[in-house]
C-alpha cells in the first residue's frame, strides 16, 4: 500500500510578529525562521510520518532554497524518485504569524509551475495507492492525473487548496474532495448549492469540511458526521490542514474508516499547531497515538 502525492514543495520563510499587517502597513517581526512547506510537501511528511510509505512527484529549481524545500522530505524517507529538478526557482512561500497563530501568507509558485502528471508514470497508479493532490500545481495536470489515477482503479483525494477552477469533471472522478470552509463556499456558489450536503450530491463524490477548531465534518450520501477538534494552544497554524490530509491518507491507506481516519487526522492537525514551521511541525505516529490515548 502507498500514497502517491503530486504537489508543490517550497521553502517558508516564517516571520514572527507581535500582528499581522494592515493592507499598506509594515510591521517590525521578532524574527524569521527557513522551513520545509508547500502544501504537496507538507501533505507527504504528514503522511510518511504517520507512518505511511509515501512517494511525492513534484519540482524544485537547482538554487539554495531546494535543499529548504525537500529536507523534510529525505528526513521523513519519502520516495523522491519522481521530483524533478528544473531551471524555475524552487518555490517559496512569506508567511507572517502573531502571538496566536494565525497567519498570512505569500507565495511565489517558482518551479511548482512546471510539474507535470507525466513525472507519475502508469504503473505507480493502481488500486492499491491513495493518489493525494493540491492547487499549488498546474490545474491541467491536476486534472489530468485525477483522471489517469481514477482509470486505473487508484483511490484519488484532492485538498482543493487553495480554491481553484478545476473542470467539474475532474471534481466528479474524486473519491475524496477536502475542502476548508472558504473553499467550500467557492464550491457552493459555483454549483449553486445551498449546503454542503447538497454540494456533496451535486459532485457525487464524499466531501469533507474542515472547521479548525470545530473539528471537521463528512457529507456522502445519506451518511453524516462530524469529528471534534483536540484543544491545544496553538503556536503556529500554517499546516495544520496539510496535516489533517495527509494522515488522513495515511490512515485511509492502511484500511481505518473514514471516521476513524479523519479521528486520526484531526488530532495530528492539532498537534502540528503547537509547533512552529508547517512540514517540520508535522506530528509521529507514537506521538498521535499518545493524543488520541
Known amino acids: 500500500m502507498t500514497?502517491?502525492?503530486?504537489?508543490?514543495?517550497?521553502?517558508?520563510?516564517?516571520?514572527?510578529?507581535?500582528q499581522l499587517p494592515a493592507p499598506g502597513a509594515?510591521?517590525?517581526?521578532?524574527?524569521?525562521?527557513?522551513?520545509?512547506?508547500?502544501?504537496g510537501a507538507n501533505q507527504a511528511v504528514a503522511?510518511?510520518?504517520?507512518?505511511?510509505?509515501?512517494?511525492?512527484?513534484?519540482?524544485?529549481?537547482?538554487?539554495?532554497?531546494?535543499?529548504?524545500?525537500?529536507?523534510?522530505?529525505?528526513?521523513?524517507?519519502?520516495?523522491?524518485?519522481?521530483?524533478?529538478?528544473?531551471?524555475?526557482?524552487?518555490?517559496?512561500?512569506?508567511?507572517?504569524?502573531?502571538?496566536?497563530?494565525?497567519?498570512?501568507?505569500?507565495?511565489?509558485p517558482g518551479a511548482n509551475e512546471t510539474a507535470r502528471a507525466a513525472q507519475v508514470e502508469n504503473a505507480a497508479l493502481h488500486p492499491d495507492v491513495v493518489v493525494l493532490l493540491q492547487m499549488e500545481v498546474p490545474a491541467a495536470e491536476v486534472?489530468?492525473?485525477?483522471?489517469?489515477?481514477?482509470?486505473?482503479?487508484?483511490?484519488?483525494?484532492?485538498?482543493?487548496?487553495?480554491?481553484?477552477?478545476?473542470p467539474l469533471d475532474a471534481l466528479r472522478a474524486l473519491d475524496v474532495l477536502v475542502v476548508n470552509e472558504h473553499e467550500a463556499e467557492v464550491l457552493l456558489h459555483r454549483l449553486r448549492a445551498p449546503d454542503h450536503g447538497l454540494l456533496a450530491a451535486a459532485l457525487g463524490t464524499a466531501l469533507l469540511v474542515t472547521l479548525g477548531e470545530r473539528g471537521a465534518a463528512f457529507f456522502h450520501g445519506t451518511t453524516t458526521f462530524g469529528v471534534p477538534a483536540f484543544p491545544v494552544t496553538p503556536v503556529d497554524t500554517t499546516g495544520a490542514g496539510d496535516c489533517f490530509c495527509g494522515v488522513l491518507c495515511a490512515g485511509l491507506d492502511r484500511g481505518l474508516t473514514m471516521q476513524q481516519a479523519m479521528r486520526r487526522a484531526s488530532a495530528a492537525a492539532s498537534l502540528a499547531c503547537t509547533r512552529p514551521g508547517a512540514a517540520s511541525a508535522m506530528p509521529t505516529a507514537s506521538e498521535t497515538d499518545a493524543l488520541l490515548g
Open 143 to 166: 486534472a489530468a492525473l485525477i483522471h489517469r489515477a481514477k482509470a486505473r482503479g487508484a483511490r484519488v483525494v484532492l485538498n482543493l487548496a487553495p480554491p481553484g477552477a478545476l
Open 3 to 18: 500514497v502517491l502525492v503530486f504537489g508543490s514543495a517550497n521553502a517558508d520563510l516564517v516571520f514572527a510578529v507581535p
Open 47 to 108: 503522511a510518511a510520518r504517520d507512518g505511511a510509505a509515501v512517494q511525492f512527484a513534484g519540482c524544485v529549481g537547482r538554487d539554495a532554497f531546494a535543499e529548504v524545500a525537500t529536507a523534510a522530505l529525505r528526513e521523513a524517507g519519502v520516495d523522491l524518485s519522481r521530483l524533478a529538478v528544473v531551471d524555475q526557482p524552487t518555490g517559496c512561500a512569506a508567511i507572517c504569524v502573531d502571538p496566536a497563530g494565525r497567519n498570512q501568507i505569500a507565495v511565489a
Open 26 to 39: 509594515t510591521v517590525l517581526g521578532e524574527g524569521v525562521r527557513s522551513f520545509p512547506g508547500g502544501k
